[in-house]
T-cell receptor
C-alpha cells in the first residue's frame, strides 16, 4: 500500500518569498502524484499532478513540482508567494490498480506574512 | 461544467435525526467518492462507487449509508450519528477508478449535537 509523508506541519513565509513544500511517498510501483490546496472550510482544489513523462510539472497559480524517483519525493515550489496562497496543502499518491485510491499526506499549513 | 456540487453546505443534526447529504456532478464521471475530514487532518476515504456500484467501503459504521441512484448523483444517508461524527464531508468524482485525478466538492460541514 502507498503512504505519504509531509515533514513540515506548518510553514511561514513572507509575501514575495519563494516556497518549497516537501512530500515523500512510499509505493512499490510508479505512482500517480498530486498536490491539492484547501482553504479553510473549503473543498480541495487540484494544483498539479504527475502521471508520467516530464518530471517537472507545472500547475495552476504559478506552482510547479518535481518528481524525483531516486528520492521518492514530489516537492511543490513557487518562486514568489502571494498572501492568497495561505492555505493547507496536501500531497497525495494514487495507484494505477483498480480499486485503489488516494492516500493523502497529513498536510502542510502555509501562513504568509505581509 | 467541472464542478462537484454538494448540498447542504452546513448541517446541524441531533443524534436521533435522519438526514442526507447530496452530491452531484455532470462531468460524465463514473467513479464517485465520499471522504470524511476532521479538523486539521487529511481527508479519509469512506466509500467508493464505480458505475453506480459500491466498490470500496472502508469499514465505515452502518450509521452512514451511501447510495448512488444514478451516474450523476451520490447520497450519504445519516442516522443515529454521534458527536464524534462531526466533520467536513467531501464528495469527489473521477472519470473512472483507474483515473485517480479526482475533482472535489466544497464539502458539507456536519455538526452532531
Amino acid at each position: 500500500a502507498q503512504s505519504v509523508t509531509q515533514p513540515d506541519i506548518h510553514i511561514t513565509v513572507s509575501e514575495g518569498a519563494s516556497l518549497e513544500l516537501r512530500c515523500n511517498y512510499s509505493y512499490g510501483a510508479t505512482p500517480y502524484l498530486f498536490w491539492y490546496v484547501q482553504s479553510p472550510g473549503q473543498g480541495l482544489q487540484l494544483l498539479l499532478k504527475y502521471f508520467s513523462g516530464d518530471t517537472l510539472v507545472q500547475g495552476i497559480k504559478g506552482f510547479e513540482a518535481e518528481f524525483k524517483r531516486s528520492q521518492s519525493s514530489f516537492n511543490l515550489r513557487k518562486p514568489s508567494v502571494h498572501w492568497s496562497d495561505a492555505a493547507e496543502y496536501f500531497c497525495a499518491v494514487g495507484a494505477k490498480n483498480y480499486g485503489q485510491n488516494f492516500v493523502f499526506g497529513p498536510g502542510t499549513r502555509l501562513s504568509v506574512l505581509p | 461544467d467541472t464542478e462537484v456540487t454538494q448540498t447542504p453546505k452546513h448541517l446541524v443534526m441531533g443524534m436521533t435525526n435522519k438526514k442526507s447529504l447530496k452530491c452531484e456532478q455532470h462531468m460524465g464521471h463514473r467513479a464517485m467518492y465520499w471522504y470524511k475530514q476532521k479538523a486539521k487532518k487529511p481527508p479519509e476515504l469512506m466509500f467508493v462507487y464505480s458505475y453506480e456500484k459500491l466498490s470500496i467501503n472502508e469499514s465505515v459504521p452502518s450509521r452512514f449509508s451511501p447510495e448512488c441512484p444514478n451516474s450523476s448523483l451520490l447520497n450519504l444517508h445519516l442516522h443515529a450519528l454521534q458527536p464524534e461524527d462531526s466533520a467536513l464531508y467531501l464528495c469527489a468524482s473521477s472519470h473512472a477508478l483507474r483515473d485517480t485525478e479526482a475533482f472535489f466538492g466544497q464539502g458539507t460541514r456536519l455538526t452532531v449535537v
